[in-house]
């Protein structure tokens, strides 16, 4: 795992000089722009890469980058500097070649809005050698009950689904995904869900944004978290909320109802040694977090479990990928 606050001084896996090309590989990628007479930095640096076969998520909050480093990355912007390589070829002059080997699903856009699904997809399929049977992916992602509605009258959940069905006709070797279970009920979540995993199965190269963590802590293979334009933390899901020496966890305690007194009665998380331990009680729970050493979460828990009484929860948990996000990310975004 890299997490730092700067342009990471490691690079990604995919990056190594003996490792199979990845399928998308950027570097030192910068994009600057002019608003209201200053220079803004939407990106600055950022270098990652994403491979075939595996699911790359990457997070960060409004205005942090990624949304640009995604448009330079599918040819829709031109870099100020810095190398973008998406199937061997500069993406903003690709070969027609490699953009038919590209599906791109936007969030709720980029859909025209008086046709209708059936059709807009037909057409869509027309556009390639070898497309994927528009019956197919109409039955796996259960558009077929909107298939002859105006994409204008559709729900935010069915828009995606139709642009999904649309960045998968071509059969994509690189398959851009933005806030793909947006909207989605879910049921349509799993099937969603399950569809990811076959396609990364297959060998399909997925990048994906989520504002989700969940959703990013269950596909990614890889995860990248951008802040101010550049990669602030990466590693897998594993790496980003490790629980290695002096790794926040939380602790969680609820007692039953007869011992709910002993919350306030000199309980061992009130003394010196857990001074750099945060720790809230409501009702007849409290939760601990913090560096907790193997020594204070067996004090506790012998505490939990005093006169041979068993709490009615006791939990250790790492830190989630959200509060990883939230560490690295902070409430103010650029």
Not at 64 to 85: D, E, F, I, N, Y
Not at 177 to 195: H, K, M, N, T, Y
């Amino acid at each position: 795992m890299v997490l730092n606050h700067a342009a990471p001084t490691q690079p990604a896996p995919d990056a190594d000089p003996g490792a199979e090309t990845p399928a998308l590989h950027i570097t030192d990628l910068s994009e600057t722009f002019e608003r209201k007479g200053r220079q803004v930095h939407a990106v600055n640096g950022l270098s990652m890469a994403a491979r075939r076969g595996q699911v790359t998520a990457l997070l960060g909050a409004n205005g942090a980058g990624k949304t640009t480093t995604l448009q330079c990355a599918q040819g829709l912007l031109r870099p100020t500097s810095g190398t973008v390589r998406l199937l061997d070829e500069d993406p903003w002059q690709a070969s027609p070649d490699v953009r038919a080997r590209v599906g791109v699903m936007l969030q709720d856009g980029g859909l025209p809005q008086a046709v209708r699904p059936m059709e807009l997809l037909r057409h869509v399929s027309r556009l390639y050698k070898d497309p994927r049977p528009v019956n197919e992916l109409i039955e796996l992602l259960g558009i077929a009950p909107f298939a002859t509605t105006s994409i204008r009258r559709l729900s935010g959940g069915q828009r995606q689904r139709v642009g999904l069905a649309a960045a998968l006709i071509g059969r994509p070797e690189v398959l851009f995904l933005d806030e793909p279970s947006a909207g989605l009920d879910p049921q349509s979540r799993q099937i969603v869900f399950d569809l990811i995993t076959q396609l990364r199965d297959a060998g399909t190269c997925i990048i994906l944004t989520t504002h989700l963590m969940d959703d990013a802590a269950r596909l990614a293979d890889y995860v990248y978290i951008v802040h101010h334009g550049s990669v602030a933390a990466q590693g897998t899901v594993a790496d980003l909320v490790s629980t290695e020496q002096h790794a926040p966890v939380v602790m969680t305690v609820t007692l039953a109802e007869q011992r709910a007194r002993d919350l306030r009665e000199q309980p061992p998380w009130q003394t010196d040694s857990y001074r750099e331990i945060e720790w809230t009680v409501k009702d007849r729970t409290v939760t601990l977090t913090g560096e907790l050493t193997a020594v204070q979460i067996r004090e506790i828990t012998e505490w939990a479990t005093a006169d041979n009484t068993i709490p009615e929860t006791l939990s250790v948990q790492p830190r989630s990928l959200e509060d990883v996000f939230l560490e690295v990310s902070g409430s103010d975004p650029r």
